[in-house]
C-alpha cells in the first residue's frame, strides 16, 4: 500500500511549485494558474482511495459479499413493490470487465444494481419563471448564480433536497453532495439514489465518481461526457469494500483534501504576496522622484533580484516596468551634445508639408487638446501629439468591401488585425488580394516601413512595426502610420506599448457593443519625444533588456514544466 502521508511529505516543495500558467479564451486575456502539482495530488488521493490503496484493508469478503446482496435484494423489493420502474437487465460481468487491482476481500457489481440512476425533467422557455421552486442546470452546479423557478407539481423524484448524491452529465460534469434545499433538477443531472445506505456510502460514491470523472478527462475524452447516457452510467462496475471500510477512507480522503486545502491556500497566499512585493518595488523604480531615490530603488531590486523574477508574472511585470522607465528618460543618460528636439519637429514638419505640396498625403486637420499629460519626462524632451509626428491613415470601409475579395492565396499579401502582435507582427494565415487591386488603392498600400495599430476587433491597440521587405496590403481593421523625416518607429512602438502609451492609446475609447479607436483619438496621442540619437540609445538599450526578460522567462518556463512532469512521474509510479 501506497504511504500516502509521506509521498506527500517528501514531495511538498514539488507539489506546491508545479503551476502551469493558463490563458483565457481570447487575445489579451488574462493569464491564471493552475496549481497541477496540487491538482495531482488531488487525482492521485482519489485514484489510490478507490482502488483500496490509501488505508489498511479491513473488509471481509464475507462482508462485502453480503453488501452487494443487500443492494441488490432492495432493488428487487422496490420493482416488485412498483416503488421504482422496472429498469432492463443488466449484462453479468464480464472477467474484463474487473478491477484487478482491487483487495481480494472487495466486491464488484454494476453501478445500476447498486444506485437507481434518475433523469432530471427537460423545461420549455416558458415553464422557467422568476419565481417558484427553484431549477437546478447544471451551470448553477459550477459558475452561473442565474436561476430559474417552476411553479410545476412534479412526481417526488424530480426534486432533490440536502444530502441528495446527484452528477451532472453534461460538458461541465462530476458528482456532487447537494446542500442548496429543496429544488427542482434538470434533464443533464442524475439523482444518484442508493438503494441501501448500509452497504454503499454516498460519500465513497461521491469520491469514486469524482475519480473515474477526472481520468476521463485526463484521457482527453472529457467531451464524450456529452453522450454519457444513463445506460452507459449504470453499467459501471464499482468496487464495493465493507461500510467500515468506506467510512475509514472517506475519514482519509476528507483529511488528505483539507491538507491540500491548506497547501492550495498557502501556495495562493505566498504568489500572491511574491507579485504584490514585485510590483510594489518596481513601482518605486518608476515613481522615483530623483536620481538618489532611483539608486536607491534599483540596488533593492538588484541585491534580491533572483528572488524576485522567479515566475513569468515577474518576468512580465519587469519588463513593463522597462518600457515604462524607457519612455520616462530614465533607462539610458541625457547627452547634452545630442541636437535638440526642436531641432528634429522642425524637420517633421517640413517634410510633412512637402509630402502635403507633393499631394502624396492630405493636409493633417489642426487638433486642439487641451490636457497634456502629467508624465515625468527630462528638460530635453517634449511631449508632442502624435497627429504633429506621423501620417495615420486606414482603408475606407465602403473601398475594403466594393474592391477588396481577399483569397487564400495570391500575389499581394493582406495584414490583417489577426497578424498584427505586439512589437512583431504575426506574417502567417495570411490572406490575399491581386496586384491590379492593390495598385488601385494606393494610400493602404504597405510598400515602406510602417508602424500598424488594430483599432477594432479583437487584440484593439496592439501596436507592432513593419518592415518593407515585402510588399503588402492593409485590411480595413487596421491603422497606418507612417513618419515623417527620421522621427524614430521603433522609438514609437516601444513607446505606444509601454504603460503610458498604452494609457494614452485607450483614453478616448470607444465603450460600444465593439469597442473601438478612431483614427482621431489614435491622432490625439500624447507621445513623450527624446532628441533622435537618444531615441536609438533607448530602443537599443530596451530591446537588449527585453530579450534577456524573455531568455530568463524561457528558462523559468522550462523549470516549471520539468516540475509539473516530475509531479505526473510521481503520481504514475504511485498508482503502477
Known amino acids: 500500500m501506497t504511504d500516502i502521508n509521506r509521498l506527500i511529505t517528501d514531495n511538498i ?55 452487494i446482496e443487500s443492494l441488490k435484494s432492495i432493488k428487487a423489493d422496490l420493482v416488485k413493490n412498483k416503488k421504482i420502474k422496472k429498469p ?75 444530502g441528495d448524491l446527484i452528477y451532472a452529465w453534461s460538458a461541465s460534469f462530476g458528482p456532487f453532495i447537494w446542500e442548496g434545499g429543496k429544488v427542482i433538477y434538470h434533464y443533464h443531472i442524475w439523482k444518484m439514489d442508493i438503494f441501501d445506505h448500509k452497504a454503499l456510502d454516498k460519500r465513497f460514491m461521491l469520491h469514486y465518481l469524482a475519480a473515474i470523472s477526472e481520468a476521463i478527462k485526463a484521457s482527453g475524452n472529457g467531451i464524450a461526457m456529452i453522450h454519457m447516457t444513463k445506460e452507459r452510467m449504470e453499467k459501471l462496475v464499482i468496487p464495493v469494500p465493507s461500510l467500515e471500510e468506506q467510512l475509514k477512507i472517506v475519514e482519509k480522503i476528507d483529511e488528505l483534501m483539507a491538507l491540500c486545502d491548506q497547501l492550495e491556500q498557502q501556495t495562493e497566499a505566498s504568489i500572491d504576496a511574491h507579485q504584490l512585493l514585485v510590483e510594489e518595488l518596481l513601482s518605486t523604480l518608476t ?18 533580484f533572483d528572488l524576485l523574477f522567479t515566475t513569468e508574472h515577474s518576468i512580465e511585470q519587469l519588463k513593463q516596468a522597462i518600457l515604462q522607465l524607457a519612455v520616462m528618460g530614465k533607462l539610458v543618460p541625457q547627452d547634452p551634445n545630442d541636437e535638440h528636439v526642436d531641432i528634429l519637429l522642425e524637420r517633421i514638419s517640413a ?47 465602403f473601398e475594403y468591401t466594393k474592391y477588396i475579395n481577399l483569397e487564400d492565396s495570391g500575389e499581394i499579401p493582406v495584414i490583417r488585425a489577426q497578424n498584427v502582435r505586439p512589437f ?40 507592432c512595426v513593419l518592415e518593407n521587405d515585402v510588399r503588402r496590403h492593409l485590411a480595413p481593421n487596421v491603422a497606418k502610420v507612417e513618419a515623417f523625416s527620421n522621427f524614430d518607429l521603433d522609438y514609437l512602438c516601444l513607446y505606444l506599448n509601454s504603460p ?57 518556463s522550462s523549470a516549471s514544466m520539468t516540475k509539473v512532469n516530475l509531479a505526473k512521474e510521481i503520481v504514475e509510479k504511485a498508482l503502477g
Not at 512637402?354 to 502629467?374: G, H, Y
Not at 469597442?515 to 532628441?531: A, D, F, G, H
Open 351 to 397: 517634410h510633412r508639408d512637402e509630402r502635403v505640396k507633393a499631394k502624396e498625403i492630405q493636409k493633417p486637420k489642426k487638433l486642439s487638446v487641451e490636457n497634456t499629460p502629467s508624465f515625468q519626462i527630462p528638460k530635453s524632451w517634449e511631449n508632442v501629439l502624435l497627429n504633429d509626428l506621423v501620417f495615420v491613415t486606414k482603408l475606407a470601409g
Open 500 to 556: 503610458n502609451g498604452r494609457s494614452e492609446l485607450f483614453k478616448s475609447i470607444k465603450s460600444t457593443a465593439q469597442p473601438s479607436l478612431s483614427m482621431t483619438t489614435i491622432r490625439e496621442i500624447w507621445v513623450s519625444i527624446p532628441p533622435i540619437e537618444e531615441q536609438k540609445r533607448i530602443v537599443l538599450k530596451t530591446r537588449s533588456l527585453l530579450e534577456l526578460c524573455e531568455k530568463l522567462k524561457f528558462s523559468i
Open 287 to 304: 515613481h522615483s522622484e530623483n536620481a538618489q531615490e532611483f539608486e536607491q530603488s534599483w540596488t533593492r531590486i538588484a541585491e534580491h
Open 88 to 162: 432492463k437487465k443488466l449484462p453479468e460481468i464480464e472477467k474484463e470487465e474487473l478491477n484487478p487491482n482491487l483487495p481480494e476481500s472487495w466486491g464488484q457489481m454494476r453501478l445500476g444494481d447498486a444506485i437507481n440512476v434518475l433523469n432530471g425533467r427537460a423545461y420549455k422557455r416558458h415553464e422557467m419563471l422568476q419565481e417558484g421552486t427553484p431549477l437546478l442546470r447544471v451551470g448553477n452546479l459550477f459558475t452561473s448564480n442565474e436561476w430559474y423557478y417552476s411553479d410545476l407539481k412534479l412526481e417526488a423524484d424530480k426534486y432533490i433536497d440536502n
Open 13 to 67: 516543495e514539488l507539489w506546491t511549485s508545479a503551476i502551469e500558467q493558463k490563458t483565457s479564451s481570447g487575445r489579451g486575456g488574462n493569464s491564471k494558474r493552475n496549481l497541477i502539482g496540487i491538482k495531482k495530488l488531488r487525482d492521485l488521493i482519489l485514484e489510490l482511495a478507490v482502488n483500496g490503496q490509501l488505508v489498511t484493508n479491513s473488509s471481509k469478503k464475507e462482508d462485502t459479499d453480503n453488501s
Open 424 to 463: 512583431l507582427p504575426d506574417l502567417t494565415n495570411l490572406k490575399y488580394i491581386d496586384e491590379e487591386t492593390s495598385l488601385g488603392l494606393p494610400r493602404s498600400a504597405l510598400d515602406k516601413k510602417c508602424l500598424l495599430v488594430t483599432f477594432i476587433g479583437a487584440g484593439i491597440g496592439d501596436v
